[in-house]
């Protein structure tokens, strides 16, 4: 069972880091503007570097997610999906200093206190 939990939270994990890595290569590009050429928007965009690691990651996430969903319930897998909104809020507060305030805090208490509740269900027969 920590192995799979151990799955479930590197593909989380995966998916958090390809949103920041998203949003570097956005942020890092000059303002999207398809007044001009859609094709050479779209390939700015898909060849930038960041962005690129962006589709790794989440390529990465689902090959990881595919395997814990041949493993684990859905049922207790997909909540854990949650954690991405944990990480990637701290990771943009660190990272972009995106404003963290005392109701996101209360929010994430929760939903840390939903997935702690979660993960020790599976232990009760």
């Given amino acids: 069972m920590l192995a799979n939990l151990i799955l479930i939270?590197?593909?989380?994990?995966?998916?958090?880091?390809a949103q920041?890595?998203?949003?570097?290569?956005?942020?890092?590009?000059?303002?999207?503007?398809?007044?001009g050429s859609i094709l050479k928007t779209t390939q700015s965009i898909i060849l930038n570097p960041y962005n690129l690691l962006g589709f790794i990651s989440y390529g990465l996430s689902i090959i990881i997610w595919l395997w814990v969903l041949s493993k684990v319930d859905?049922?207790?897998a997909y909540p854990f999906q949650a954690l991405g909104y944990i990480l990637v809020?701290?990771?943009a507060?660190?990272?972009?200093?995106?404003?963290?305030?005392?109701?996101?805090i209360i929010a994430l208490t929760f939903i840390s206190l939903?997935?702690?509740?979660?993960?020790?269900?599976?232990?009760?027969?």
Avoid at 114 to 125: D, E, H, K, V
């Fill in 9 to 17: 939270i590197s593909s989380v994990f995966l998916n958090a880091i």
């Fill in 20 to 35: 920041i890595f998203l949003k570097t290569g956005m942020t890092s590009l000059s303002p999207i503007n398809f007044n």
């Fill in 74 to 76: 859905v049922s207790f």
């Fill in 89 to 91: 809020t701290f990771l």
């Fill in 93 to 104: 507060w660190m990272l972009f200093n995106e404003e963290i305030n005392m109701l996101k």
């Fill in 114 to 125: 939903g997935l702690i509740i979660l993960a020790l269900s599976a232990r009760t027969p």
